[in-house]
């Protein structure tokens, strides 16, 4: 079992930035890829970015390729969504989420999911 805090979300306006957070509880945290996912008022979620447990390279959804970096921190059992360059668009609210394959994008690839913390981008 594997449980997940968020935190990080805010208020932001258009252009700016936030970094959001996601504590995972456990020893096995190394064993998990571990992502983003954000959703919409109206609208399903989607994929944002994830970090396989493989070690191998990040990959993200093409709406924030170049705008967002996803790292994670095994010490910590940490991993973080740095977010630059903001739009409107972006508001959402933000999960967090724990699976164990590789390069997954859809929800069906991940097992564990966080409670989510709100993002709102202002233009």
């Known amino acids: 079992q594997v449980q997940l805090v968020e935190s990080g979300g805010g208020l932001v306006q258009a252009g700016g930035s936030l970094r959001l957070s996601c504590a995972a509880s456990?020893?096995?945290?190394?064993?998990?890829?571990m992502g983003w996912f954000r959703q919409a008022p109206g609208k399903e979620r989607e994929f944002v970015a994830a970090?396989?447990?493989?070690?191998?390279?990040?990959y993200y959804a093409d709406s924030v390729k170049g705008r967002f970096t996803i790292s994670r921190d095994n010490a910590k059992n940490t991993i973080y969504l740095q977010m630059n360059s903001l739009k409107p668009e972006d508001t959402a609210v933000y999960y967090c989420?724990?699976?164990?394959?590789?390069?997954?994008?859809?929800?069906?690839?991940?097992?564990?999911w966080g409670q989510g913390t709100q993002v709102t981008v202002s233009s």
């Open positions: 989420t724990a699976g164990t394959y590789d390069y997954g994008t859809s929800r069906s690839s991940y097992d564990y």
């Open positions: 456990g020893r096995t945290f190394t064993r998990y890829t």
């Open positions: 970090v396989p447990r493989s070690g191998g390279s990040t």
